[in-house]
């Protein structure tokens, strides 16, 4: 049984790595495509649309690990039908469940792999193509307001015009009020430098406070501000929540929870990221039923096309519960885990009719 176990394990792992190269390889090409438009238009160059794409590949590796899985797992699945291996096996007295326990150690090693590119090597490399993309073009930032960034803390907005490629900032105002929540200072200044941990050096500041009775302006050409500002909730704006790691999502919600903002989404791409492994595991069991189809019912094309339609549909739940999650307000936990259970139910209820049969 040991042996049967290896060679089972052996075929499907092998069909994964191959579906997973030719999808990694087909996706970073229609991502070169779409870099190349930019090319000649404004500061790229050829190497920089290159490696932004090298550097781009862990985050669709990520993405396509569940598809890979399910689509590798029904290949290798398929080619023991085929040749009458399947067949042999189960006539042999294997149970289905000694089958599928070697797709399910392939699949707990996937899942562990999912989980370390994703919280370690995604989010990195993609915060290095986004700031080289920055450097290289001159760009700054992108935010949602035309102003710029809007950051509340405590008792003090803070608005930052422009986020330079090095978590410089320019063109800062801090308006602190007090526990009236009447206006008391308003500091407006050129540039930002990060200096460490919360702390920041501000150059060519306008201090303008407001008094009871009067109003003073103070120029200070050099001062220090605490704020809860730093480079790494910085790099939240270069990587979509879907791509940043635990930590950096843990630490992002609570700052937002802190200031009594939505963190709807962030809640959402966090508990993704606790569920997305599992899912590799679970696109692997919807693979398994396939494997009592007999070949007159459907080739190994069939089968293969079915299992991109279920990856596709899959990929399109996850993303459309997500958005729909967070319009409706769900809990997120819900958002997160409901298309893999869904796919979870498909495969047990699946294994279950055809053993009945």
Same mark, same amino acid.
């Given at each position: 049984?040991?042996?049967?176990?290896?060679?089972?394990?052996?075929?499907?792992?092998?069909?994964?790595?191959?579906?997973?190269?030719?999808?990694?390889?087909?996706?970073?090409?229609?991502?070169?495509? &779409?870099?190349?438009?930019?090319?000649?238009?404004?500061?790229?160059?050829?190497?920089? *649309?290159?490696?932004?794409?090298?550097?781009?590949?862990?985050?669709?590796?990520?993405?396509?690990?569940?598809?890979?899985?399910?689509?590798?797992?029904? @290949?290798?699945?398929?080619?023991?039908?085929?040749?009458?291996?399947?067949?042999?096996?189960?006539?042999?007295?294997?149970?289905?469940?000694?089958?599928?326990?070697?797709?399910?150690?392939?699949?707990?090693?996937?899942?562990?792999?999912?989980?370390?590119? /994703?919280?370690?090597?995604?989010?990195?490399?993609?915060?290095?193509?986004?700031?080289? $993309?920055?450097?290289?073009?001159?760009?700054?930032?992108?935010?949602?307001?035309?102003?710029?960034?809007? *950051?509340?803390?405590?008792?003090? @907005?803070?608005?930052?015009?422009?986020?330079?490629?090095?978590?410089?900032?320019?063109?800062?105002?801090?308006?602190?009020?007090?526990?009236?929540?009447?206006?008391?200072?308003?500091?407006?200044? /050129?540039? /930002?430098?990060?200096?460490?941990?919360?702390?920041?050096?501000?150059?060519?500041?306008?201090?303008?406070?407001?008094?009871?009775?009067?109003?003073?302006?103070?120029?200070?050409?050099?001062?220090?501000?605490?704020?809860?500002?730093?480079?790494?909730?910085?790099?939240?704006?270069?990587?979509?929540?879907?791509?940043?790691?635990?930590?950096?999502?843990?630490?992002?919600?609570?700052?937002? $929870?802190?200031?009594?903002?939505?963190? /709807?989404?962030?809640?959402?791409?966090?508990?993704?990221?606790?569920? &997305?492994?599992?899912?590799?595991?679970?696109?692997?069991?919807?693979?398994?039923?396939?494997?009592?189809?007999?070949?007159?019912?459907?080739?190994?094309?069939?089968?293969?096309?079915?299992?991109?339609?279920?990856?596709?549909?899959?990929? *399109?739940?996850? $993303?459309?519960?997500?958005?729909?999650?967070?319009?409706?307000?769900?809990?997120?936990?819900?958002?997160?885990?409901?298309?893999?259970?869904?796919?979870?139910?498909?495969?047990?209820?699946?294994?279950?009719?055809?053993?009945?049969?």
């Amino acid at each position: 049984m040991s042996v049967l176990r290896r060679y089972i394990r052996r075929q499907v792992l092998y069909s994964i790595i191959l579906v997973l190269a030719g999808l990694l390889m087909l996706f970073s090409f229609f991502d070169l495509i &779409y870099e190349l438009r930019d090319l000649g238009s404004n500061d790229a160059r050829l190497t920089t *649309v290159l490696t932004f794409v090298a550097l781009s590949m862990p985050g669709r590796l990520y993405e396509l690990f569940p598809i890979a899985a399910l689509i590798g797992t029904l @290949f290798a699945l398929a080619q023991l039908v085929v040749s009458s291996e399947f067949a042999v096996m189960r006539t042999s007295g294997v149970s289905m469940l000694g089958i599928a326990s070697g797709p399910i150690q392939v699949g707990l090693g996937l899942s562990l792999a999912c989980f370390l590119v /994703g919280e370690f090597v995604t989010p990195m490399s993609e915060e290095a193509a986004q700031r080289m $993309r920055l450097k290289e073009t001159s760009s700054v930032v992108a935010s949602s307001f035309r102003s710029g960034l809007w *950051v509340k803390e405590e008792t003090s @907005f803070v608005n930052v015009g422009r986020v330079l490629h090095d978590a410089t900032l320019q063109n800062i105002r801090i308006y602190r009020f007090d526990s009236q929540y009447q206006l008391m200072t308003i500091s407006q200044a /050129g540039r /930002g430098t990060h200096m460490r941990d919360n702390l920041w050096r501000l150059e060519d500041v306008v201090l303008t406070r407001f008094e009871p009775d009067r109003t003073s302006v103070e120029r200070i050409p050099e001062m220090e501000w605490r704020s809860v500002l730093t480079p790494r909730i910085l790099s939240v704006l270069l990587v979509p929540p879907e791509k940043m790691s635990l930590f950096t999502l843990f630490s992002y919600v609570q700052h937002l $929870r802190n200031n009594q903002q939505q963190a /709807g989404r962030y809640e959402i791409a966090l508990w993704n990221k606790l569920i &997305y492994p599992i899912a590799v595991l679970v696109m692997m069991m919807v693979a398994l039923p396939f494997s009592y189809l007999n070949v007159r019912e459907g080739g190994i094309s069939t089968k293969i096309f079915a299992g991109i339609m279920l990856g596709l549909a899959f990929h *399109v739940m996850t $993303r459309l519960i997500g958005h729909v999650g967070q319009l409706a307000a769900w809990p997120p936990v819900l958002a997160a885990v409901a298309p893999t259970v869904v796919f979870m139910l498909l495969a047990v209820g699946m294994l279950w009719k055809l053993e009945r049969r």
